[in-house]
């Protein structure tokens, strides 16, 4: 038996072991989350009633904060059904997972945190009642260097099991950046290049830590998981932990659905982790391309998007999440401004991304109103037209290359997006002229229509003077066959 919560993992219930109460059982089944059986590259529930995925949040781990029951509501009011739940405690407030001495400050790694635990299971629960789906991404690597090494259970000087000296498992001080990766923590199965066998006791303790939070979310079918935080170890880390998640499923009954997020994926061609992981259907049952939302502006973000779309087109179709959509810090890394963050969100959702949530402040726009007036729009679209009905269509769009975009379905129905405001000349390259319904939505989802009565020219000009720019609609009143 692992030396972690014998009680625990006798009951596989958080609930009894968190309380001792024989009264609390374990939540009630929800339905499940799983690739649409039509078109597996979006979500469905029970994999037939398809769902666009769309988020927003003031934290990425949203279970630490007062104010979640709230946040989800008014999240789900706003037409939002999608968060991101880092299993992350490096915030100011944030509590850890281990249960801690208050004499000596020190934790035990063989006991939780008995509210860091309920806070979690409160939070899927509330979620599962809105229909909102969770990803919850289990290991961050920001949590296990620089500052926030200093406060982590694991950190030698904060716990009795990995006492800090000459055959110390880990060091009390990790101060470069995490993407050099010279933390063993993420190193404690064999070949990886830090591992050593020591390591195999630490593995024990991180185990215990995933036994648990599985014990919580399984019972949960509105539950994604995600390995890491922009990870850079090599993907043995992640593959280990993949197969681990995926047989404790199977252990329960339970099929789950895995992926992990990898740092260089705003460079897919360069990244050869990323290409692999878009082909590996053994580890990863969708994609998160997160990072893709990073560094690129405009054009470059649209070419980027569709290029990774295109080489998952080629693989085994899975969904494509893109859990962060960066905005708002401007940092010198490239989150850009809250702008870039509204539109990368809709070049998103235009190019075919089954589900985007923009991310936290202050690289986010967060759980601001623009960032819930650009799901009301896309909700407002979902209305007329389903986005997974279209595919990018910019040879609809007359004159040189400009920041505006464009799709079409398989009826020649048409839907434009224009980051700010302007105009756009469209050729719908309609085989006869029939009655076209005009629709502009602006950024808050308000709305406008007229209808084009034939005859008309072979291309027309359209414009919008929201300065925050919106979308325009073309549906065609009649079939054109």
């Given at each position: ?169 880990m060091s009390s001080v990790y101060p470069l950046h995490p993407s050099s990766d010279v933390q063993p923590f993420f190193h404690t199965m064999a070949g990886l290049p830090l591992y050593r066998p020591e390591l195999e006791a630490l593995r024990s303790y991180q185990e215990g830590l ?180 279209l595919q990018p269509a910019q040879e609809v769009l007359v004159g040189p290359p400009k920041d505006i975009y464009a799709a079409k379905d398989k009826k020649g129905n048409i839907l434009i997006y224009l980051p700010t405001a302007g105009e756009v000349i469209v050729r719908p390259g ?52």
């Open positions: 038996m692992k030396p972690y919560f014998l009680l625990c993992a006798l009951l596989m219930s958080i609930i009894s072991c968190r309380f001792g109460d024989s009264n609390e059982v374990a939540p009630t089944p929800t339905k499940r989350i799983q690739p649409w059986q039509d078109n597996p590259r979006y979500w469905a529930w029970e994999g037939e009633d398809p769902v666009l995925l769309l988020g927003a949040g003031s934290n990425d781990n949203l279970f630490q904060s007062a104010n979640y029951y709230q946040e989800l509501g008014a999240l789900a009011k706003a037409g939002g059904n999608y968060i991101r739940c880092t299993m992350s405690s490096r915030d100011e407030g944030d509590r850890w997972p281990f249960a801690r001495n208050p004499a000596t400050g020190q934790y035990d790694l063989s006991n939780f945190d008995s509210t860091y635990w309920a806070n979690f299971a409160g939070l899927l629960a509330r979620a599962a009642e809105l229909d909102i789906v969770v990803q919850v991404e289990i290991w961050d690597r920001f949590d296990y260097s620089r500052s926030p090494w200093q406060l982590n259970p694991f950190n030698p000087l904060n716990n009795p099991t990995f006492p800090i000296g000459g055959d110390s498992l995933v036994d648990q939070l599985l014990a919580i979310s399984l019972p949960y079918g509105n539950v994604l998981y995600c390995i890491n935080n922009e990870t850079s170890t090599p993907p043995a880390w992640g593959h280990y932990w993949a197969d681990y998640v995926h047989q404790k499923a199977r252990e329960d009954g339970k099929r789950v659905y895995v992926t992990d997020m990898f740092d260089n994926f705003y460079r897919p061609q360069q990244c050869h982790d990323c290409l692999a992981a878009i082909q590996d259907t053994t580890h990863y049952d969708f994609i998160d391309i997160s990072q893709v939302n990073g560094r690129h502006f405009q054009r470059n973000h649209w070419d980027t998007v569709n290029l990774v779309l295109s080489l998952a087109k080629a693989a085994p179709a899975r969904p494509a999440n893109c859990t962060k959509v960066y905005g708002g810090g401007n940092s010198g890394w490239g989150s850009g401004t809250n702008a870039d963050g509204i539109a990368r969100f809709n070049r998103d959702l235009l190019a075919g991304v089954a589900s985007v949530r923009h991310h936290r402040p202050p690289y986010g726009n967060g759980f601001s109103g623009a960032a819930l007036s650009s799901i009301r729009a896309a909700r407002t679209i979902e209305k007329r037209i389903k986005f997974w009905d309609l085989k006869k002229q029939v009655p076209i319904k005009f629709t502009v939505i602006g950024y808050l989802g308000t709305q406008r229509s007229e209808t084009l009565q034939p005859p008309y020219q072979e291309e027309f000009r359209l414009f919008t003077e929201e300065e925050r720019g919106g979308w325009m609609l073309l549906e065609l009143l009649e079939e054109t066959l």
